[in-house]
């Protein structure tokens, strides 16, 4: 929490507050998300302006945990670069969803302000085509994939080519 009155803003004044804010793991279809560093170093500047202030905050942290589509280690660097408005005489509209009062829930913003800068996929490589959802195989994109059918191996070729020659 940072208390917006105690900064007490005038019109035109602008303060940088750096602040390290805790991320813990993002859960996502069922799978954990880590958050690398787990409390990245956060810029939070505040600008005054008759009647409100201007939020914005930012920050960068990498998201790792397995891939969308194969679940093999998948990473992503996010930056955040977020903004508010607040006016606290203002109509509902002017009010931050993160305000209460003179208090700044700048936790609750840095973490939706993080989930909504990630990708809509976290995915190991931006070409991966996942698996196969009847072998579970790997695709490759532009590898023919033949499911189902029965694998040949050479060496079984010639091993049966052996006993058929009876050696
Ligand atoms: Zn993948
Ligand atoms: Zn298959």
Redesign the pocket.
């Known amino acids: 929490m940072v208390d917006l009155r105690a900064l007490d803003l005038r019109p035109g004044e602008v303060r940088r507050v750096a602040l390290d804010i805790p991320q813990p793991p993002l859960w996502m279809g069922g799978q954990e998300y880590v958050v690398e560093p787990p409390a990245p170093s956060t810029e939070l500047e505040l600008q005054g302006v008759p009647g409100g202030v201007y939020l914005k905050l930012r920050f960068a942290a990498d998201v790792s945990g397995p ?6 280690d ?1 990473a992503v660097h996010v930056c955040v670069d977020a903004s508010e408005y607040h006016e606290p005489a203002g109509g509902e509209e002017l009010h931050s969803d993160y305000v209460e009062g003179d208090d700044l829930d700048v936790e609750a913003w840095a973490r939706d302000a993080l989930v909504f800068a990630l990708p809509p996929k976290i ?3 931006p070409e ?3 698996l196969c959802p009847r072998c579970g195989e ?1 695709l490759e994109e532009g590898v023919e994939h033949r499911c189902g059918e029965e694998e040949t191996d050479p060496r079984w070729d010639k091993l049966r080519s052996w006993r058929e020659s009876g050696v």
């Open positions: 891939c969308f589509r194969c679940l093999d998948a995915l190991c490589r991966c085509a996942g790997r």
